[in-house]
């Protein structure tokens, strides 16, 4: 059974620093590309940063540029996302995601095949 399941949420204090997780099992994802997505209360879900099948490609959406960095480890078949700086408009459930057939970064949801259950991040003003 393929999952992705994400790891390292919780309550942190505005200015604070989380690191995500989504550790890969059933296939290796190296050689797709991956991203972080967020969904906040009553909202759509959004990319947050995707990266390419080997980490040398990174993307981020502005409104978390210089304050998140997304990277993976292939040997670990793992996503991480490195949140700092966090602000209460980051608050969402989190999901990380893999893009079977593309191996550039994609901010198009639509062409993620799997998904993870998502991990909730709250952050405290």
């Known amino acids: 059974q393929v999952q992705l399941v994400e790891s390292g949420g919780g309550l942190v204090q505005a200015g604070g620093s989380l690191r995500l997780s989504c550790a890969a099992s059933?296939?290796?994802?190296?050689?797709?590309?991956m991203g972080w997505f967020r969904q906040a209360p009553g909202k759509e879900r959004d990319i947050v940063a995707a990266?390419?099948?080997?980490?040398?490609?990174?993307s981020y959406v502005d409104s978390v540029k210089g304050r998140f960095t997304i990277s993976r480890d292939n040997a670990k078949n793992t996503l991480y996302l490195q949140m700092n700086s966090l602000k209460p408009e980051d608050t969402a459930v989190y999901y990380c995601?893999?893009?079977?057939?593309?191996?550039?970064?994609?901010?198009?949801?639509?062409?993620?095949?799997?998904w993870g259950q998502g991990t909730q991040v709250t952050v405290s003003s």
């Open positions: 995601a893999a893009d079977l057939k593309r191996k550039g970064t994609t901010f198009i949801t639509d062409e993620y095949n799997y």
């Open positions: 059933g296939r290796t994802f190296s050689g797709s590309a």
């Open positions: 990266i390419s099948w080997n980490g040398g490609t990174t």
